[in-house]
């Protein structure tokens, strides 16, 4: 007892809206494995945020169980941490729905995240996508959580939690903690390989822009080959060759080198294509023990199971107390 109270929290959730990158591994799920002894770790699958795009049932119920299977096969372990699906929480709802009462449509619309989604999906415009950080908040916030891993794309809503937790503070009285986000060094924006100026997403309609985690070798290296470059061939870490560094940044991430080791390493190579072949070997080697592993715990549906509905049981106990005393503070 005493060390759960005395450990900090540390919470993060994954959207199972796609197949997941490396850009999610680097920017997060490789960092709440790092996490686990240090702190108490809650990390969920976020199904409520994934429907704010449009899903195929049987797809996002495929994908939920996919993530958390990526979690265990990246190495978090359900024994020292809850791993869990939103859903199965009702809290994570209900908050949201108190939250939004003290939330600005303004503030909403600033939202860079909300911007750029309301241009790719004009077709689908619906107000969850609108309210996606306030449910955002709504997860970080139930938990009492101090430490976010996440990615930098993360970082506004991140902001927005905080804003959202001090005017529910000042309104009513202090009830949230105010959390702190844990960013990466190296790899906390992942680009796109096929357009730099992008970051890797799982939802991008071109699968040659990213790498997936269940990709075998012959697509990583094959996806790698086409990654956008220049026509500079100068080897150098600089923003005027993104395509570049974003390849040496991947580089870093997979090999603990600097950046600066990376170019002293290659800058003599010919041309680019000697390094693009080591980048890619990196990756390999890196990401084929994942993948084995991912592969395995699809097949026990049966642990994965037990392990979703132990997640569940653990996240709920916490995330009821700091409901009880939201719905106290209001008047319900
Ligand atoms: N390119 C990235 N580089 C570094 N970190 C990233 N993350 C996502 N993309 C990158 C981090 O991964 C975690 C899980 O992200 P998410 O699934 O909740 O949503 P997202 O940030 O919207 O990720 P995607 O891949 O871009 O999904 P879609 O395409 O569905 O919107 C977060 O911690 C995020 O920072």
Redesign the pocket.
Known sequence: MGEQQTKKMAL????P??DL?I??Y???IRNFVALQDEYTCFFGV?NL?AIT?TQKAADLRRRTREVLATFMACGLDPARTTLFVQSDVHEHAELAWVLNSITSVGQLQRMT?FKEKAATHADNLNSALLTYPVLMAADILLYQTDYV??????KQHLEFTRDTAERFNSRYSDTFKLPEPLMPKI?????SLKNPQI??????PDENAYILIRDDADAIRRKIARAVTDSEYHFAYTEAQPGLKNLIDLYASFSGFTPQDVVEKFRDGNGYATFKAALAELIVEKMTPIRERFLQLMDDTAELDAIRAAGAEAASRVARRTLSKVYRKVGF
Do not use: I
């Open positions: 993060s959730l994954v959207q809206s796609g990158t850009g999610n680097l920017g997060a976020a945020h795009v995240q891993p996440v990615g930098e794309d993360q790899s906390a924006r992942v680009m970051k890797m997403s799982k939802s991008d």
